[in-house]
T-cell receptor, first 114, second 111 residues
Framework: DAMVIQNPRYQVTQFGKPVTLSCSQT?????MYWYQQKSSQAPKLLFH???????NEADTPDNFQSRRPNTSFCFLDIRSPGLGDAAMYLC?????????????FGEGSRLTVL | GESVGLHLPTLSVQEGDNSIINCAYS??????FIWYKQESGKGPQFIID?????DKRQGQRVTVLLNKTVKHLSLQIAATQPGDSAVYFC??????????FGKGTMLLVSP
């Protein structure tokens, strides 16, 4: 049974048209992450929430925002997608106090920008 | 101009062989490492981890070796199976499970 669910799995948008990707989890984990993974590259951390505390990576563009309205849900907003934002976006969760490094990933949302 | 995609290092093995995937890191203060497996079209999946106070850790068919002197770790997969075909990433935990992933190696297992 899927524990980290991402929607949509595939998203096509036009250059500059805002996009929202969603992530939900049934694990009740308090930490949620968004990673960006471009073709044939490693996942790159954009930001994470530790409970309600938002932690942005220093090199994450301002174009990327996130919301976490409750424990179960987290959203990634791309305000004005550019061609370079085409990628797989991975949501992950972890349990603080659990085994460090054991992130539970969703299947990803693949974004295409036309 | 024409864009050129990055190519992952690839390891091709025969079914039943042992596989060794390598990873180098640069931060000598790093103290916790994890190996992830990513199958095509899926998210990464935790395989095994190791802390810097160890130099070897074994799981089911997998072993991770850590050499702190040369800042190198490896993942050994015994009796490789077609289902092991995937991209393998080493990752460093920076704290609060914020991971920095290495470049990845594609493992191709042929019957």
């Amino acid at each position: 049974d899927a524990m980290v669910i991402q929607n949509p799995r595939y998203q096509v948008t036009q250059f500059g048209k805002p996009v929202t990707l969603s992530c939900s989890q049934t694990l009740n984990h308090n930490v949620m992450y968004w990673y960006q993974q471009k073709s044939s590259q490693a996942p790159k951390l954009l930001f994470h929430y530790y409970d309600k505390d938002f932690n942005n990576e220093a090199d994450t563009p301002d174009n990327f925002q996130s919301r976490r309205p409750n424990t179960s849900f987290c959203f990634l907003d791309i305000r004005s997608p550019g061609l370079g934002d085409a990628a797989m976006y991975l949501c992950a969760t972890s349990k603080s106090g659990g085994r460090d490094g054991e992130l539970f990933f969703g299947e990803g949302s693949r974004l295409t920008v036309l | 101009g024409e864009s050129v995609g990055l190519h992952l290092p690839t390891l091709s093995v025969q079914e039943g062989d042992n596989s060794i995937i390598n990873c180098a890191y640069s931060n000598s203060a790093s103290d916790y490492f994890i190996w992830y497996k990513q199958e095509s079209g899926k998210g990464p999946q935790f395989i095994i981890d190791i802390r810097s106070n160890m130099d070897k850790r074994q799981g089911q068919r997998v072993t991770v070796l850590l050499n702190k002197t040369v800042k190198h770790l490896s993942l050994q997969i015994a009796a490789t199976q077609p289902g092991d075909s995937a991209v393998y990433f080493c990752a460093e935990n920076r704290g609060y499970s914020t991971l920095t992933f290495g470049k990845g190696t594609m493992l191709l297992v042929s019957p």
